[in-house]
């Protein structure tokens, strides 16, 4: 398991540095985001999630619970209370004869006993095997109907007893009847009918205790059987669906058609369609769990948010930096290879280089052999003549000897090597290449040189640059015949100094603050103007330090710091 | 740090063509203090007939030296212009000379002849003259790679549709090519080539008679 | 005292003829060969006292020549002249045993004394090596 895990992530963090693609970072920034907010706001949702559970299992039980208590308790009341009556009709029925019953005066005493004794009774009624009505005992006087073809005299006929849904009938306001079918050995058939005031289902209702608002009623058929607080009153249809019949109480958490949230818990009746309804709002319930809902919703959205734009930051900062990191390795990478490509060109041209010493070698015999010819030779006219320019041959030679050598050592140099270099003679070595041009222009070169100098670790082709670059500077701010002074001393344990001097026409102030800038220069129509920045450059990146002084008129002197021993080779 | 780089190519560019333009100097006064005993001798009566004609052999060994010292300073000095500027326009078939003479030398340290076949019309392009002059040096060590002592080596400028090529071919194929090819350098070299092709925007391409083609756009994009 | 045998090697001709021609004016005998392949052949049937060699030649290449002549003619001094030399080349040549080393274009007075030199050394060399 945690071997896959790695894997996952290895593969999700999976990073080719090598590759091409120029999205890569922002992918890599992108998956390390995502991891990160996925492990960090995984746990925080589900402990969120599990505490909201947890909390809301415990609330619901404690709301449930009772509702379903009582829910059970009041259905059983009320049946209890329809079973009464129903098994006390039934006791009439069975202890009196039709005859009996038949007699106005026997049927109003029973009645009358009924009444004392059990609360609810409106009248009584006794029903021949024809429908019609045969005796009556009541509050209302009713006149002889048919009742042959009643719905409830056929349901009574085939089941024997029937307890009728609430209704207004001609007696003007709701009530319930039941009827009890009697059934002798003689096969004589007639049935005894009771109403029941539904005021005695309002009194168990409010038995139950409910809070101001709750609501409780009855329901038959979608029609309320009692009157409801907030959906109606007795006989108008429910407006809220009711469940089907289930095991037991059911309840449902819905929506009421006035838009509240409410625990509905239901129970249907054993022996007939009534169901019982208890409704709780939730938000009375549910206040306490309210606003820790929303405390914990609040503490987990911050939560969340504060760790994406931390990981976003967060990833930003980690991908720049392996971004510049990479970026780093690359430039030095390229670098090597810049170097090498160069060098591969150097070894071409130094090759060529040297194949100038075999002419020079062959004209440097011709012109000994010429030497020897002549010296061997008897005394003739001119003989000295002819000596002096094979002589001159020969010098020049050896002079095209010394300037291909010069050439060799610098075509060899365009890779960066470092040396441990006598600096004197690196800077002895540089001034080959302005001699003739010094020359030319009659400017003298002086050297100053501290004799026990420190060899300092350094690219030579790299000083010739530095060197080269401020000499020939100074030589262009010179008029012919001017002076070039070029000093080297120990400055202290880790630095050499090196100060060119001319005595030029020299800068101003403005002047002197950008010389070092890229494309400053005073050179009009000839330099690029890169000289100086770029020396600048190659000083800083080999750890050293440049300076200038100057006064109009009188010459400028550049003051070079390097460092004996530069241990960053990183070039 | 490219930049330092490339001004340190310019800076060894420009010194080397200075050094040169010296070298022909002392070549030049090598070639008239020879001249001037030429003179000197047709008007000199007394020296030996035989010497004379030695000396004169002589001398003439000797122009004969200053001139192939010259020209080799010349292409050093072609060579060494090239990084005058990082992008020139230049003509390919100027461009190509300019390399093949810099390597003829080493290619007869190999034994090996080489042949440049120019385009008959100046092919103008816009590029990076030491990009290029390196990639036709990458294509020649390939190539000599292959070679036995003895071959031979053509470079053929084209520019069929505008589209400047260089190729590289070996003239008298060698008669197992295929036993050295995925040799590491060799892959080393084609991947250097492409390298600097990519920089060049051009194309190199090599088939199985190892004939090495790049293609070049007329002017750089990248 | 018998000639001094000197072989030059060099694939210039003009150079290596000139070069000859005026060792032999100083009364030294000097042959040639263009070629390594020439010069192992020639040192076959004659063997110098002192061999002047230049290292880049088409074919065999001058330090191979070096490696071979030191193998099977210990005694042959051997001075190389080269116009191609870096130090590595000439740390490389005087490993092998090479006398001395010379760049291209050489001041011919100093080349005739490194001969002379190289000469004496190979002289003292077999001197010690019979007394021993």
């Not at chain 1, 054993?270 to 503490?299: C, G, H, M, N, Q």
């Not at chain 2, 030398?105 to 092919?123: G, Q, T």
């Amino acid at each position: 398991m945690p071997s896959i895990f790695k894997n996952i992530i290895n593969n999700f963090l999976e990073f080719h540095s090598d590759e091409a693609s120029p999205d890569r970072y922002k992918k890599l920034r992108r998956n390390i985001t995502i991891l990160m907010i996925i492990i960090t706001t995984v746990p925080l949702l589900v402990m969120a999630s599990v505490n909201y559970h947890q909390y809301n299992t415990r609330l619901t039980d404690e709301i449930v619970n009772p509702l379903r208590a009582i829910s059970n308790k009041s259905k059983h009341s009320i049946e209890l209370f329809l079973n009464e009556r129903l098994s006390t009709i039934r006791f009439i029925e069975s202890l009196f004869s039709f005859e009996q019953l038949s007699d106005k005066k026997a049927l109003n005493s029973i009645f009358r006993v009924l009444s004392l004794e059990f609360k609810g009774f409106i009248d009584i009624s006794l029903i021949d095997k024809t429908g019609k009505l045969r005796n009556y005992a009541g509050h209302y006087v009713l006149p002889t109907g048919d009742y042959s073809q009643e719905k409830w005299f056929h349901e009574v006929s085939i089941r024997g007893t029937y307890v009728s849904e609430v209704f207004t009938g001609y007696r003007g306001y709701p009530h319930i009847s039941m009827a009890v079918q009697h059934m002798t050995k003689n096969e004589e058939i007639w049935i005894l009918r009771a109403t029941i005031d539904i005021k005695q289902f309002e009194s168990i209702i409010r038995a139950m205790g409910l809070e101001a608002e709750s609501d409780a009623f009855l329901v038959r058929n979608n029609i309320l059987q009692t009157h409801s607080k907030y959906y109606g009153k007795v006989l108008e249809k429910c407006p809220i669906p009711i469940p089907e019949r289930g095991f037991g109480t059911t309840i449902t958490e819905i929506t009421d058609p006035d838009g509240r949230n409410i625990f509905m818990s239901s129970i249907y009746f054993e022996e007939s369609d009534y169901v019982l309804v208890i409704i709780k709002p939730r938000s009375v319930l549910f206040k306490s769990w309210y606003t820790l809902k929303t405390d914990l919703f609040a503490i987990t959205i911050i939560s969340i948010i504060m760790i994406i734009i931390i990981a976003f930051k967060l990833s930003e900062a980690l991908v720049k930096n392996i971004q510049e990191a990479d970026e780093k390795r690359e430039m030095a990478f390229r670098e090597v290879q810049h170097s090498q490509k160069l060098s591969s060109i150097g070894r071409l041209a130094a090759g060529v280089a040297h194949e100038i010493n075999n002419p020079m070698a062959i004209i440097n015999e011709k012109a000994g052999l010429m030497n020897d010819l002549i010296d061997f030779s008897p005394d003739f006219e001119n003989k000295e003549k002819f000596l002096n320019l094979t002589g001159s041959i020969i010098q020049s030679v050896e002079r095209c000897k010394k300037i291909t050598h010069r050439l060799l050592g610098f075509a060899k140099r365009l890779e960066v090597v470092f040396e441990n270099l006598d600096l004197n003679n690196v800077i002895t070595e540089g001034l080959g290449f302005l001699e003739s041009e010094a020359k030319h222009r009659n400017i003298e070169i002086r050297t100053n040189f501290s004799e026990n100098l420190p060899r300092i670790s350094a690219d030579k082709g790299q000083l010739h640059q530095v060197f080269l670059n401020i000499i020939t500077n100074g030589m262009v701010a010179l008029d012919d015949g001017g002076t070039i002074t070029i000093a080297t001393w120990d400055q202290d344990k880790d630095t050499v100094g090196v100060s060119i001097t001319d005595n030029g026409c020299g800068m101003s102030k403005e002047t002197m603050k950008h010389i070092f800038e890229p494309f400053f220069t005073t050179k009009k129509d000839y330099g690029t103007g890169l000289g100086l920045p770029i020396t600048y450059g190659i000083i800083q990146k080999i750890g050293g330090t440049i300076k200038v002084e100057s006064e109009e008129n009188k010459g400028t002197t550049f003051y070079i710091y390097l460092k004996k021993n530069f241990d960053n080779p990183n070039i | 740090m490219k930049q330092l780089q490339d001004s340190k190519l310019v800076f060894f560019g420009k010194m080397t063509a200075s050094t040169t333009h010296e070298m022909k100097n002392v070549f030049a006064i090598i070639k008239e203090s020879s001249g001037l005993m030429e003179d000197i001798m047709s008007f000199t009566d007394d020296i030996p007939e035989t010497a004379k004609i030695k000396l004169a052999k002589i001398i003439d060994k000797i122009k004969g030296q200053v001139e192939r010292g010259n020209n080799l300073t010349q292409r050093i000095n072609r060579f060494a212009h090239s990084s005058d500027a990082l992008i020139a326009d230049t003509d390919l078939n100027e461009i190509v000379s300019r390399l093949v003479n810099m390597s003829e030398r080493l290619a007869k340290m190999k034994n090996i002849s080489l042949e440049l076949v120019p385009a008959a019309d100046p092919i103008m392009i816009t590029t990076k003259p030491v990009e290029l002059l390196m990639a036709q040096f990458y294509c020649l060590e390939y190539l000599f790679y292959f070679l036995p002592d003895g071959g031979k080596v053509s470079a053929t400028i084209k520019n069929p549709e505008s589209k400047p090529t260089i190729r590289f071919q070996i003239e008298s194929l060698p008669s197992n090519p295929g036993g050295k090819i995925d040799d590491a350098t060799l892959s080393g070299k084609w991947s250097e080539l492409e390298e600097i092709c990519k920089c060049l925007n051009a194309n190199a391409t090599v088939d199985d008679k190892l004939c090495i083609t790049i293609t070049l756009p007329v002017k750089p994009t990248g | 005292m018998d000639k001094i045998k000197i072989l030059l090697v060099d694939d210039e001709e003009d150079f290596v003829e000139t070069l000859s021609e005026r060792i032999q004016m100083r009364n030294f005998d000097a042959e040639i060969a263009f070629n390594g392949q020439e010069a192992l052949q020639l040192i076959k049937n004659k063997t110098p006292d002192v061999m002047v060699l230049d290292l880049k030649m088409p074919g065999m290449e001058g330090m191979e020549v070096l490696r071979r002549v030191k193998k099977d003619f210990q005694n042959v001094q051997v001075v190389v002249l080269t116009g191609h030399g870096s130090e590595k080349d000439e740390e490389e040549a005087r490993n092998l045993g090479a006398f001395e080393y010379h760049q291209k274009p050489v001041d011919f007075n100093i080349l005739v004394k490194t001969i002379k030199n190289a000469y004496k050394n190979k002289i003292d060399n077999t001197m010690i090596s019979s007394a021993l």
